[in-house]
């Protein structure tokens, strides 16, 4: 045993021979505080986007470098930051500590929790400003990401890897969507084992929910329906509302960017939703204005078109050699009066790779999802689609398109003949199995039946106030007398000759036992 | 006026190194209240860049080596026990940390982020 008087002693001549390196800091003194943008003179040695440090803990980046001094972004409430502070480089990037721990949890743009449970365990430091992968890095989006909205699985198909842009007027439904394609994340139930061994061969997805600006009571809403659901276990959420500063608002889109990509790191699939990037322009604009740099058209800053391309690119399917993880994002874009032709609705259309446009008379005449197909389109989606639901849903397409151009006609009110007449009745039907209420996602294999079922004319007789009954016990039906069709048509392999004459069979009989 | 002929101007208050009364008062006379400010607030700085100020935490140390560091700048020297042993740098902007109680609070510091 060593006796204390040795261990001083020990530390004494340690104390003698003391040579640690020298720490070079660069420090600065606040000279002015705005609306939580700090300028502050010295820090000659600071670079763009260096995290530094104020008295009292309080933390802040680099965002403007000016001659004589800085312009400091602070993280988080700055009342108390006075003239006269010091403030000192850290000679770090802003990062965010992600771990597995971090699952099911709700965290600020800072990683912080704000579930009120524990503090997140130590993982990796993620940084948020990062340059996207390059080109070698990546291969074509192939692999679906089912929604469980038969509108879009159908007819905009969204790909893992793919940036797929939600856009349209206040409550429109844009948020039920994004929603609804977390929900539909979920593995199913192991008790259906066609579906348990399908989930096993396609990776599950982890989401992200980036709430930016938006009232605490609708991120409130969003986190206990996830709850419901039992989403929220493979979910983060990640908030910054709008009472929280317009810097936190800038950042939590690159905070769930970065959170993603931890998780991509390791192979996995990640969906990242940012509801909303029109409110993260807002807040960008603030800032901009407040650190004077020149305003631009409708006073936004002229770099706001690569504030969002350079977090939109970091979504990626990256090739097997570098781990085959993948990242999706589905911005959300809020409009006013339909003007998708404004600023940012055009550059974030620009820059994504399609849009699912929600319009509100659609919404209002009940049709929900309010889905405008004309304008809508996935650029890359197809690819992904599997050839189950590719084989139905070519024929709807054209169908639909064929109804808009006919029902803008027939709106004269003159005599139509009977093909025609047929042909728009087939529309209106197409339309009704498009309806789907919210929150509930379908698996892929009913959706191809509900598209099958009216795509070859099975449903042509049975009245449109009928349609939600007839599709959902058309589908107990289904699991229940036919699970063959469901177990081919699980596995996303196109529908061989006998698997069509069982599902005509199935259709056929159910509509006896219906008593249509 | 703008700043760069202020900055001028606080060169031109120098003499040998020194800055010179008359100097200073005959610019001082011929300037707007708001340029005043201006060139108060720039030679503030300017006197800032050109001094050190060095910590120590007892003053034994040889100061020549200081002088011959820092040649040309105003050199205070300031004793500050709560360093422990080494020495606190602070040029201008740049501070240069070479003492114990640096060296403890980056241990408890990195003890504290790693096991937290």
Same mark, same amino acid.
């Given at each position: 045993?060593?006796?204390?008087?040795?261990?001083?002693?020990?530390?004494?001549?340690?104390?003698?021979?003391?040579?640690?390196?020298?720490?070079?800091?660069?420090?600065?003194?606040?000279? *002015?505080?705005?609306?939580?943008?700090?300028?502050?003179?010295?820090?000659?040695?600071?670079?763009?986007?260096?995290?530094?440090?104020?008295?009292?803990?309080?933390?802040?980046?680099?965002?403007?470098?000016?001659?004589?001094?800085?312009?400091?972004?602070?993280?988080?409430?700055?009342?108390?930051?006075?003239?006269?502070?010091?403030?000192?480089?850290?000679?770090?990037?802003?990062?965010?500590?992600?771990?597995?721990?971090?699952?099911?949890?709700?965290?600020?743009?800072?990683?912080?929790?704000?579930?009120?449970?524990?503090?997140?365990?130590?993982?990796?430091?993620?940084?948020?400003?990062?340059?996207?992968?390059?080109?070698?890095?990546?291969?074509? #989006?192939?692999?679906?990401?089912?929604?469980?909205?038969?509108?879009?699985?159908?007819?905009?198909?969204?790909?893992?890897?793919?940036?797929?842009?939600?856009?349209?007027?206040?409550?429109?439904?844009?948020?039920?969507?994004?929603?609804?394609?977390?929900?539909?994340?979920?593995?199913?139930?192991?008790?259906?084992?066609?579906?348990?061994?399908?989930?096993?061969?396609?990776?599950?997805?982890?989401?992200?929910?980036?709430?930016?600006?938006? %009232?605490?009571?609708?991120?409130?809403?969003?986190?206990?329906?996830?709850?419901?659901?039992?989403?929220?276990?493979?979910?983060?959420?990640?908030?910054?509302?709008?009472?929280?500063?317009?810097?936190?608002?800038?950042?939590?889109?690159?905070?769930?960017?970065?959170?993603?990509?931890?998780?991509?790191?390791?192979?996995?699939?990640?969906?990242?939703?940012?509801?909303?990037?029109?409110?993260?322009?807002?807040?960008?604009?603030?800032?901009?204005?407040?650190?004077?740099?020149?305003?631009?058209?409708?006073?936004?800053?002229?770099?706001?078109?690569?504030?969002?391309?350079?977090?939109?690119?970091?979504?990626?399917?990256?090739?097997?050699?570098?781990?085959?993880?993948?990242?999706?994002?589905?911005?959300?874009?809020?409009?006013?009066?339909?003007?998708?032709?404004?600023?940012?609705?055009?550059? #974030?259309?620009?820059?994504?790779?399609?849009?699912?446009?929600?319009?509100?008379?659609?919404?209002?005449?009940?049709?929900?999802?309010?889905?405008?197909?004309?304008?809508?389109?996935?650029?890359?989606?197809?690819?992904?689609?599997?050839?189950?639901?590719?084989?139905?849903?070519?024929?709807?397409?054209?169908?639909?398109?064929?109804?808009?151009?006919?029902?803008?006609?027939?709106?004269?009110?003159?005599?139509?003949?009977?093909?025609?007449?047929?042909?728009?009745?087939?529309?209106?039907?197409?339309?009704?199995?498009?309806?789907?209420?919210?929150?509930?996602?379908?698996?892929?294999?009913?959706?191809?039946?509900?598209?099958?079922?009216?795509?070859?004319?099975?449903?042509?007789?049975?009245?449109?106030?009928?349609?939600? *009954?007839?599709?959902?016990?058309?589908?107990?039906?289904?699991?229940?007398?036919?699970?063959?069709?469901?177990?081919?048509?699980?596995?996303?392999? %196109?529908?061989?000759?006998?698997?069509?004459?069982?599902?005509?069979?199935?259709?056929?009989?159910?509509? *006896?036992?219906?008593?249509? | 006026?703008?700043?760069?002929?202020?900055?001028?101007?606080?060169?031109?208050?120098?003499?040998?190194?020194?800055?010179?009364?008359?100097?200073?008062?005959?610019?001082?006379?011929?300037?707007?209240?708001?340029?005043?400010?201006?060139?108060?607030?720039?030679?503030?700085?300017?006197?800032?860049?050109?001094?050190?100020?060095?910590?120590?935490?007892?003053?034994?140390?040889?100061?020549?080596?200081?002088?011959?560091?820092?040649?040309?700048?105003?050199?205070?020297?300031?004793?500050?026990?709560?360093?422990?042993?080494?020495?606190?740098?602070?040029?201008?902007?740049?501070?240069?940390?070479?003492?114990?109680?640096?060296?403890?609070?980056?241990?408890?510091?990195?003890?504290?982020?790693?096991?937290?």
């Amino acid at each position: 045993m060593i006796d204390a008087d040795t261990i001083i002693k020990q530390l004494e001549e340690r104390l003698a021979m003391f040579q640690g390196s020298a720490k070079t800091q660069n420090v600065g003194i606040v000279e *002015k505080n705005t609306d939580g943008v700090i300028v502050a003179s010295g820090l000659s040695q600071t670079f763009m986007g260096e995290l530094v440090s104020f008295d009292k803990n309080k933390m802040g980046v680099v965002l403007n470098l000016d001659e004589d001094n800085v312009a400091i972004l602070t993280l988080g409430k700055s009342d108390d930051i006075k003239e006269g502070d010091t403030v000192k480089t850290t000679g770090k990037i802003l990062s965010i500590n992600v771990s597995d721990d971090i699952l099911g949890r709700v965290v600020n743009p800072l990683g912080e929790p704000l579930d009120g449970k524990s503090t997140i365990k130590k993982g990796k430091d993620m940084p948020l400003e990062k340059i996207a992968a390059g080109v070698v890095d990546r291969e074509p #989006v192939s692999t679906p990401l089912k929604t469980g909205i038969k509108a879009i699985d159908a007819l905009i198909p969204i790909g893992r890897g793919q940036r797929e842009l939600i856009i349209g007027d206040r409550q429109t439904g844009k948020t039920a969507i994004a929603i609804d394609t977390i929900i539909n994340q979920k593995p199913r139930p192991k008790a259906d084992q066609p579906m348990a061994e399908r989930n096993k061969k396609q990776k599950p997805v982890i989401c992200v929910y980036v709430a930016i600006g938006q %009232k605490q009571s609708t991120i409130a809403q969003v986190i206990d329906k996830l709850d419901q659901e039992g989403a929220l276990e493979y979910s983060i959420i990640v908030a910054a509302g709008a009472s929280d500063s317009p810097s936190l608002q800038y950042l939590a889109p690159y905070a769930g960017s970065a959170i993603a990509e931890y998780f991509m790191e390791k192979g996995k699939d990640v969906l990242v939703v940012y509801d909303d990037l029109t409110k993260h322009a807002w807040a960008y604009r603030q800032i901009s204005l407040v650190l004077k740099r020149p305003a631009g058209r409708e006073a936004y800053p002229g770099d706001i078109f690569y504030l969002h391309s350079r977090l939109l690119e970091r979504a990626v399917k990256l090739n097997k050699e570098n781990g085959g993880g993948s990242i999706t994002a589905l911005p959300i874009i809020e409009t006013q009066a339909n003007d998708i032709s404004a600023y940012i609705p055009t550059n #974030v259309i620009s820059i994504t790779d399609g849009q699912i446009y929600l319009q509100q008379d659609l919404f209002n005449n009940g049709i929900r999802p309010a889905i405008n197909v004309g304008s809508s389109v996935s650029r890359v989606g197809g690819a992904a689609q599997t050839p189950a639901i590719k084989s139905v849903s070519g024929k709807m397409k054209l169908e639909l398109a064929q109804y808009n151009e006919l029902a803008a006609f027939a709106q004269f009110g003159s005599e139509l003949d009977p093909a025609t007449l047929a042909q728009l009745e087939r529309g209106k039907k197409t339309i009704e199995i498009l309806k789907q209420p919210q929150y509930h996602p379908l698996e892929e294999s009913l959706e191809i039946l509900s598209i099958f079922a009216v795509a070859n004319g099975y449903l042509d007789d049975i009245k449109l106030e009928l349609f939600e *009954k007839f599709e959902t016990e058309y589908h107990d039906f289904v699991k229940r007398s036919f699970p063959k069709i469901i177990e081919s048509l699980s596995t996303g392999q %196109k529908p061989s000759e006998e698997i069509i004459k069982e599902m005509q069979k199935s259709i056929l009989d159910f509509k *006896k036992a219906f008593g249509a | 006026m703008d700043i760069k002929k202020i900055k001028k101007l606080v060169l031109l208050s120098y003499v040998h190194k020194k800055l010179n009364l008359i100097r200073v008062n005959k610019i001082a006379r011929l300037l707007t209240r708001k340029d005043l400010k201006a060139y108060v607030k720039v030679l503030k700085s300017y006197e800032k860049e050109n001094t050190v100020i060095i910590n120590l935490p007892f003053m034994y140390t040889d100061k020549k080596i200081f002088d011959k560091m820092f040649r040309g700048k105003k050199i205070i020297y300031k004793e500050d026990p709560s360093l422990i042993a080494g020495v606190r740098i602070i040029n201008n902007d740049i501070v240069y940390e070479h003492d114990l109680k640096n060296t403890l609070e980056d241990i408890a510091t990195h003890i504290g982020l790693a096991y937290d």
